[in-house]
Each structure stands twice: as C-alpha cells, then as structure tokens.
C-alpha cells in the first residue's frame, strides 16, 4: 500500500502488523416483549490497525449492532472488544463515526456542524477551523461552507459527514451503511472518495454494507456473516491492488470473490 | 449553481428549491384574490338577511352602522385606555405562563422520576375547565387587573409545558448517538440539540397559548371589571348597544390575528431551518 499519510493516531501503520480492533467472544441478546433475540453470537474479529474491512451480511444478521458495540454505543451480552489495545466501555475520542444518515444539525451551517466535535470539545484552536477547512476541501465541499444542510444533495450531506467523522484524527472509522440511502451513481463516487480519503488518513475503517460489490472494491477483508443470531461464516482476503479505480471489479479476481461472498450468503438462504 | 472545482461531482449539484411553472395569480395569492371575495359575499348575506327578513337591529346591526361605530371607537379615546388594559394583562400573563411553562419543562424532563410522579396532575389539570377557577381567583386577587393576569397566565402555561416537554424529547435516535460518538455532555447535548429541536414545538404551543391567554384576559374581565375591552363589551350589551358589540367583537378579531402574525413572524425567524409549509401541530389538544 502506497498510503500517503497525513498524520494522526494512524500515522506509519502497515496493514497486519499492529492490533487495531480485537473482537473477542462478543455476542449480543435484546430483550423484547416477545422474549430474548439473539442478534450475535459469539463473534471473533482481529481487524489490523490501518485495515479497512467490510461487514456484509443479511439483514438483522447484526452487522451494525456489531459496528455499535465496536463504537460503545452498545454493550455485548458477553465477551470484549479492544482498540488499539485498550478496552471498549464507551465512545471515544480516537473514534470516527458516521451513520446510514448524515445526521447534520440543519440549523448549523456546515462548516458549523462540521466543527461540532471541536465544539464539544471546547477547542477553539484556529488549528481546528483550518483542519476542517482542509477535510471540507478534501471531500470536494469547499464553497459549502456557508450552506445549511437542506441545501445539499444526500451525496454531499454525507460527505460532510464524513469530515466531522474525521475531525477528531480517528484511529479508528465506523461507517454503518453510510452510502445506503445514495443512488448508484453517487454511492459509486463516494467509494471512489472515499478509498482516497482512508489511504489519506490511514484510519482503521470498519465498514457495514449491503452491497457485495461496494465490499469487494472497498476492503482488504470482507467479513461474511450468517443470519440471526449473526456469526462469521468466512473472512475474504481481497488482494487486489491499490489504488483501485472501478475498472478493477471489471477483473476475474474481483469476480470470484464476489461470486464466492455471495455463494456464502446464497447457502443459507437468506440474503436480504 | 457552478461548480468551484474542476473534478466532476457526479449526482451532486445542488437542490434547487422547487420552484412550480409560473401559475394563475389566482392560484398563487389566494388570498389576495379569494379572501375579499369571501369578505364581500359574506357581507352581501349579512345586508340581505337584514333585507329581506327584515331582521331587528338589536338583533343583528347592518354593517354600515357597525362600521360607524367602529369608526367612532377609533377616533375617542375610550377604546385605546381599555385596550391598553385588555393588552397588557394579556401580554403580562402570556409571557409569565409562557416563561414558567418552559422553565418548569425543562427542569422535569431532565429529572424523569419527578415528571412521572408528576404526570397524572397535570393530566387532570389539562382536562379541567381552567375557566372555572376564574370567580376564584377574583377572591383571592381582588378586583383589579391581577385576576385577569392570573387566568391568562394559566391558561398560557399548559399549551407551552406540554409542547416543551414533548419538545425536548423528540431528537431522533441517530441525533443522539451522534452527541455520545462525540462524548457531549448532558448539558452539552441539552443546550446544542434538545433546545433546538424543541423550538419548533414551543413555537406550536405559543401559538395556543396566545389564543388562551387574551381568552382569560377577557374572561376575566367579564367576571370584574371597571376597564378593558371585556369591561366595553358588557357595558354595550347591557345598553343593547349592539353596534358598539359588533365593533368591539371586530377589534379582539384583529388582537387575535396581530398575535398570531406576529408569532408566525417570529417562528419563520427564529426556525428559518424548518419548512414552514408543514407547521408543527400542537402536541396535544388542549382544554380552556
């Protein structure tokens, strides 16, 4: 990998080398009026910090009630999660999120909502104005500074997103179906970005999706997992090279391992 | 719309506020156009039921009369003294309610034990004819404008609680997993987004309470009084002055509808983010 980076927590990290989430054990039962759900079961995942690993699966197969428990917005039934070695109890600074909404404040401008974790933190530094100036520039939204939210596409809400994700320097990137709601068209420009912007920051990226193809493009694994209670049926290396252009899912690699992910889910029974 | 950068931005120019093909005056200013239309039909009715029925003036005045009279109103100073008077309690008891009202919400809901302890009174509260405490409270604050502030000031005060508390409450799932992502504290996400979200509903429920409260204040002058439009009122209905009714009837008219555009203005002001053409509904229904 050829990342150029740019700072951060992240800074140097070789995919493989260093443990950036360990998921151990973790399984997860909601309690509901009509008697206990086991959405996960015993899940283990070792995702090497810089990785950028994908989770598909059916739906309520738990893939984001894992992504949660890995942002500690969520506790497991049982076992742990660590990041960068230390133990999950709640959300964290070094933690970057962003949701299947861009959930943009709409009474804030966006460069306002895009400050609003310097604002949380009371950091008034012009460092962060000019950090989110840059990220606002990377994702293609300078010139929007000064819109509201309702004035952009869903694309560029999202992309906003994405930049008050990565205000805080996130080691680690948690994207829960964040291009579920975009067209086609514009969910394929966003991965392309997106790709960028991660071998930029060289983030640890936990990403949850439907799409098998947005996977395969976007990760070094692709984590299959079963339908509920969710368990991991495979992990899919996926070595093709970087940078990758879309051209890439064209090559009989990406073929079989996008037949075989979806052979994988085709067995049980149960894509959704 | 330009794009500032070279790099194409596919799918993502962008969204133009919808703007219709021009269309009939007609049908873009009704009322304009419709509402003096209705205005002059439903006077035409009114001249023609006195007309033709041969309806009494002490039953029902012509509009010409009421306008004269209205004209007259105008020109003294009667009308101003005992508006001034009319207004303030009303505006007096607006604002206290009001202010209480959020005051109070705000406190309960960040302290749920207490709201739920709390909750089946101003349930039965909300559904009691607040009306009629009113001989009450002209016991306890005798004859002047102080009774009349007091049943505005009640009457403002559950419209609004009830909004805020619901208010406070209705940031969506996403919005606060955002503030705990971001590690803000209670009285962070308080100040950055539950008072926001809240506005809206507090807008819904200030719009009530307005209506209320002139309510009481000339409720409360219809039960004691020597000043204020509800004083005028009965004063000519005692005469049978039924002109003088008609005007003053138009003038609380014209009270109620400043209010409300006032209010309105300061709603699209204040929650410029929201689109306005589907207005919050109160939270609930509320009793006088």
């Known amino acids: 990998m050829t990342a150029q980076v740019t700072g951060g927590p992240g800074t140097g990290a070789v995919p493989g080398v260093l443990p950036g989430v360990q998921v151990a054990g973790v399984s997860k039962t909601f309690r509901t009026n009509a008697g206990d759900v086991e959405a996960l079961a015993e899940v283990d995942l070792e995702v090497p910090q810089g990785a950028f690993v994908s989770l598909v699966g059916p739906s309520g197969c738990g893939k984001s009630t894992l992504l949660r428990i890995v942002a500690g917005l969520e506790t497991g039934s049982g076992g742990s999660v660590l990041v960068a070695g230390t133990p999950v109890d709640g959300p964290r600074k070094d933690f970057g999120m962003v949701f299947q909404q861009p959930v943009l404040l709409p009474w804030l401008t966006i460069f306002r909502n895009v400050m609003l974790p310097a604002q949380v933190a009371r950091d008034r530094s012009p460092q962060a104005r000019q950090r989110a100036t840059d990220l606002l520039e990377l994702v293609g939204l300078d010139g929007f500074q000064h819109r509201y939210p309702r004035e952009l596409s869903g694309g560029m809400q999202q992309r906003a997103a994405l930049v008050r994700a990565l205000m805080s320097r996130p080691s680690l990137l948690l994207m829960d179906e964040p291009f579920g709601a975009l067209d086609a068209l514009t969910r394929e420009t966003m991965n392309a970005e997106l790709l960028r912007i991660w071998s930029e920051t060289g983030a640890t990226t936990l990403f949850v999706t439907h799409s098998i193809s947005e996977a395969v493009f976007l990760s070094d694994v692709v984590v299959v997992l079963s339908g509920r209670p969710g368990r991991i049926l495979d992990q899919v290396q996926v070595d093709l090279p970087r940078p990758r252009t879309f051209d890439v899912m064209e090559s009989p690699e990406a073929a079989r391992l996008t037949s075989r992910i979806r052979g994988h889910l085709h067995a049980r029974g149960a894509v959704g | ?288």
Request: aromatic letters at 10%; hydrophobic letters at 55%; proline letters at 6%.
């Open chain 2, 1 to 288: 719309m330009t794009m500032t950068r070279s790099e194409p931005v596919l799918n993502d120019a962008v969204r133009a506020t919808p703007k219709r093909p021009s269309q009939s005056l007609l049908r873009r200013y009704p009322t304009l156009i419709v509402s003096p239309l209705i205005a002059l039909v439903a006077l035409g009715a009114w001249v023609a039921a006195i007309e033709v029925f041969g309806v009494e003036p002490l039953i029902l005045p012509a509009p010409l009369d009421v306008f004269d009279e209205l004209w007259l109103m105008l020109t003294g100073p009667e009308l101003y003294r005992n508006l001034f008077v009319t207004v303030s309690e009303f505006g007096i008891g607006f604002a206290l309610g009001s202010v209480a009202a959020v005051v109070v919400a705000a406190v309960l809901v960040r302290l749920p034990v207490l709201e739920k302890g709390f909750s089946p009174y101003i349930i039965a509260f909300q559904n009691f004819p607040k009306i009629a405490i009113a001989p009450m409270l002209v016991t306890w604050f005798g004859f002047g404008p102080a009774p009349k502030v007091a049943l505005a000031t009640v009457l403002a005060f559950f419209p609004v609680f009830v909004n805020v508390i619901v208010g406070l409450k209705s940031s969506t799932r996403e919005q606060r997993d955002l503030m705990r992502v971001l590690q803000a504290s209670e009285w962070q996400t308080f100040w950055i987004l539950r008072v926001k979200v809240a506005l809206p509903y507090i807008f819904a429920g200030l719009r009530v309470a307005a209506v209320f409260s002139l309510l009481g204040a000339i409720t409360g002058e219809f039960i004691s009084s020597s000043e204020g439009l509800g004083y005028m009122l009965l004063q000519r209905n005692a005469q049978l002055h039924v002109d003088g009714v008609f005007a003053l009837l138009l003038v609380m008219a014209t009270i109620g509808l400043a209010v409300h555009w006032i209010l309105g203005l300061l709603n699209r002001k204040i929650i410029f983010w929201e689109d306005h053409d589907q207005a919050k509904r109160p939270a609930q229904e509320e009793s006088v």
